[in-house]
C-alpha cells in the first residue's frame, strides 16, 4: 500500500532536486526575513512596554499573518509545487521517469509529499518558530499559525504541482496568482475571499484559536468546516487531475 502512495526512487530525486544548492538558498530567504523581522519586533518589545504588551496579541497575529500566509507560504508553495515536477518536463527527462513502469499517480502523490515536506520544513515550522520569538512562549498563537501554515503548505503545493503539469508557464501563472489572487484579491475582495487557500487556512487558526481570535482580530471569510473541506477538496482534486494529465503529457509540444 506504501508503495502504492509514494515511490522512494521518485522521492529521492524529488528531493535532490527540490533542495539543490540553489534552490535551497530561495528557500531559506523568506523564512529567514521572516524570523529576522519577529526578533527585531522582540527587540524592540524589550526596550518598549507597549510593544511587549501588543506582542502577546494582535501584533504577533499581524506579523504572522501579514508576512507569513499573505506572502511567504504562497511563494513557498509556488517553488517547492513547481520545482518538484516542473524542471523535469521543460528539460523532458521526465520521459525516462514515466519509461518506467511507475503508476502516474504514485509519481505525483510522491512529488507532492516531497513538496509538502519542504514546505512544512521551510514554513510550517519557521511559523512556529517566530511565533515563539514573538510570545515568547509555544502557545495557542504559536501553534495555531503554524497548524494554518501547514494547512495552506499542503493545499499550495498541490495547486502549484497542477500548474507545472498543465503548462510551461506555471511559475509566472503560479506568481500571478500567488501576489494577486492570494495576497491583495483574496485578502481584500469580500466575494473573492471565499476562493481563497490562505482564507481557507485561516479558518483553521481561528478554530484553533478559539474565543481568543476574537481578541487577536483573526478572522476568516468562511467557516471551519467549510474552509477544511476546501483545503481538503482542492488537494485531491488536483492532485488527481495532475496524475490523469501525467497519463497524457505531451513531452515535445512546443506550444
Not at 514546505?119 to 512556529?128: C, D, M, S, Y
Not at 485561516?202 to 471569510?221: C, D, N, P, R
Not at 482534486?237 to 513531452?251: D, F
Request: negative net charge; hydrophobic residues 55%; glycine residues 10%.
Amino acid at each position: 500500500m506504501t508503495d502504492l502512495l509514494m515511490n522512494p526512487t521518485v522521492a529521492r530525486l524529488t528531493s535532490r532536486s527540490l533542495l539543490g544548492r540553489k534552490r535551497t538558498l530561495l528557500l531559506s530567504l523568506l523564512p529567514l526575513a521572516l524570523l529576522s523581522l519577529c526578533t527585531l519586533a522582540r527587540i524592540l518589545g524589550s526596550l518598549d512596554d507597549d510593544i511587549a504588551g501588543q506582542l502577546q496579541g494582535s501584533l504577533s497575529a499581524d506579523l504572522l499573518s501579514t508576512f507569513g500566509f499573505a506572502i511567504m507560504m504562497p511563494l513557498l508553495g509556488l517553488i517547492a509545487g513547481t520545482g518538484s515536477i516542473g524542471p523535469e518536463i521543460d528539460e523532458g527527462s521526465i520521459v525516462y521517469l514515466l519509461a518506467k513502469p511507475l503508476n502516474r499517480y504514485t509519481i505525483v502523490v510522491t512529488k507532492l509529499l516531497v513538496a509538502i515536506g519542504v514546505v512544512t520544513a521551510f514554513g510550517a515550522l519557521p511559523v512556529l518558530a517566530a511565533g515563539v520569538i514573538l510570545t515568547g512562549e509555544l502557545g495557542e498563537i504559536a501553534v495555531a499559525f503554524a497548524i494554518g501554515a501547514f494547512a495552506a503548505g499542503v493545499g499550495y503545493a498541490a495547486v502549484f504541482l497542477l500548474l507545472a503539469v498543465i503548462t510551461r508557464n506555471a511559475v509566472v501563472v503560479g506568481l500571478i496568482y500567488a501576489l494577486i489572487w492570494e495576497s491583495l484579491v483574496g485578502g481584500l475582495v469580500p466575494g473573492a475571499q471565499t476562493l481563497s487557500i490562505q482564507q481557507w487556512a485561516t479558518a483553521i487558526i481561528e478554530k484553533t484559536l478559539g474565543y481568543e481570535a476574537q481578541l487577536l482580530f483573526v478572522e476568516s471569510a468562511v467557516d471551519f468546516s467549510t474552509g477544511l473541506l476546501a483545503l481538503v477538496g482542492v488537494t485531491l482534486v488536483a492532485t488527481a487531475y495532475a496524475g490523469r494529465r501525467l497519463q497524457t503529457i505531451r513531452l515535445h509540444d512546443e506550444s
